[in-house]
């Protein structure tokens, strides 16, 4: 069995001028700034008050638990 390559490739055209062209509406915002502005109008705005709730709570339910550890040991004891 012989395989033969019968393909002959062709030779891309030349540019006509060595001069880079310029996009045709150079005032318009890039595609990067416009993916952020729509990802930014999709999110919601979080802040930092509702972190800082959770926190106080959080440290509130482990002082208690630990509070109820200590009393717990000291009953048994």
């Known amino acids: 069995m012989t395989i033969t390559n019968t393909h002959t490739p062709t030779t891309p055209e030349t540019p006509s ?8 509406q150079s005032n318009k915002k890039s595609d990067k700034e416009q993916d952020k502005n729509i ?5 919601p705005s979080t802040g ?4 800082l709730g959770l926190t ?5 339910l482990v002082i208690a638990l ?11 004891a």
């Open 17 to 24: 001028s060595d001069e880079p062209t310029t996009p045709s």
């Open 39 to 43: 990802i930014a109008a999709l999110l």
């Open 48 to 51: 930092s008050r509702s972190g």
């Open 56 to 60: 106080i709570l959080g440290l509130v």
């Open 66 to 76: 630990l509070a109820g550890l200590v009393y717990h040991k000291v009953k048994k």
